[in-house]
């Protein structure tokens, strides 16, 4: 249940990605993701989404310019259930090269792009929070 995101479920879509977020990164004050709310919403739409649905939406990947994975964010309640890797595998197929940043402190992020071949290129840290991330790549 890969499916393009359609604008109408824009809500539904920021909701999960404000909990998870904050259920993700405890080491970021909720106010950071709180204050972004409303620019991330404004930007979300110029990005390439796509939405696993089965009933509800249950997760989504945003990638910009056909290369960077702006997020992966699953629904606490479906995480474990493969739906991230489904997203993962829907751009693999459709594009030959993948990056992303993740928080070092994100350990089930991290791992998780680990076990899906993604490596490290680079450690560096966000200009915004301060926090030392990886920058990680996939190359088919």
């Not at 993701?33 to 997760?59: F, H, Q, R």
């Amino acid at each position: 249940m890969v499916k393009e995101f359609d604008i109408c479920k824009i809500d539904e879509v920021m909701q999960i990605w404000l909990d998870t977020n904050i259920d993700a990164h405890d080491f970021i004050p909720k106010e950071y993701w709180a204050d972004n709310y409303e620019i991330v919403k404004t930007i979300l739409p110029n990005a390439e989404i796509l939405i696993y649905e089965e009933e509800e939406i249950k997760g989504f990947i945003g990638i910009v310019d056909k290369t960077y994975i702006a997020g992966l964010f699953v629904s606490k309640k479906f995480q474990g259930c493969g739906i991230g890797t489904k997203l993962i595998g829907t751009c693999k197929n459709r594009y030959p090269i993948l990056m992303l940043d993740v928080y070092v402190k994100n350990d089930k992020a991290a791992t998780f792009y680990s076990n899906h071949g993604f490596r490290i290129k680079e450690e560096k840290e966000n200009s915004d929070t301060k926090e030392i991330e990886y920058t990680m790549q996939w190359t088919l």
